[in-house]
Each structure stands twice: as C-alpha cells, then as structure tokens.
Nanobody, 125 residues
Framework: QVQLVESGGGLVQAGGSLRLSCAGSGLTFSLFAMGWFRQAPGKERELLAQINWSGDITYYADSVKGRCTISRDNAKKTVILQMNSLKPEDTAVYYC??????????????????WGQGTQVTVSS
C-alpha cells in the first residue's frame, strides 16, 4: 500500500531553517501531485505548498510564501519542503500528502488521499 514517511522536523530557534523530507513507497510517485500541510493544536489543517507531478508547477499559501520552497525528485520518490526564516507561529505537526492527478493544481483538498504520519516542528522564540 501507499506509504509516506516524513522526516526532518525538530526544534529550531526563530529565524532558523529546516528541511523536511517525505519519502514515498508503494506508489508510482510521478503519477501524484504532492502537498505539505501543517496542523497546530486547536487549528485546522492548513495546506502550505503543493507541487504537480512533474515538479514544474508549485503553489504556496500566503503564510509561507517567500519563506518555503517545495521540490521533488521522482527518481528518489521524495518531496522536500525547505523552510527558512521560521517563526514561532510555524510550530505545528507537518504532513505530506499525495493526490493522484496530472492537474497543475489540486483544488479539492479531498483529492489528497494518502498521508504521512507527520513530523513535529517547534520554533522557539
């Protein structure tokens, strides 16, 4: 079955950087758009960034635009979220998710049907 495994979370000071990685298995990775989400305690899950199947179309939430970069390597079945200039409000559990589509942008979040277990990011002030 499809498995997505995130790594790279941790504790970082405000202004620092983290590189989150998501490794996929059990799927033909290049058939899927990939997204990074986060969920802070008491808040809804937020879509931060997404990248299309080929890696040439990306979208970012306003909350992370200019601070984060999503990329993918289909040969390695990985998707990366590089996060810079981190803020305490970025503290959350970060998830990667997969949506089987060739669309440039996933507009229906329900299309993200495969999820990782999440990795904790904590930003101290």
């Amino acid at each position: 079955q499809v498995q997505l495994v995130e790594s790279g979370g941790g504790l970082v000071q405000a202004g620092g950087s983290l590189r989150l990685s998501c490794a996929g298995s059990g799927l033909t990775f290049s058939l899927f758009a990939m997204g990074w989400f986060r969920q802070a305690p008491g808040k809804e899950r937020e879509l931060l960034a997404q990248i299309n199947w080929s890696g040439d179309i990306t979208y970012y939430a306003d909350s992370v635009k200019g601070r984060c970069t999503i990329s993918r390597d289909n040969a390695k079945k990985t998707v990366i979220l590089q996060m810079n200039s981190l803020k305490p409000e970025d503290t959350a559990v970060y998830y990667c998710a997969a949506a089987r589509t060739f669309a440039g942008k996933v507009t229906n979040r329900a299309d993200f049907r495969s999820w990782g277990q999440g990795t904790q990011v904590t930003v101290s002030s």
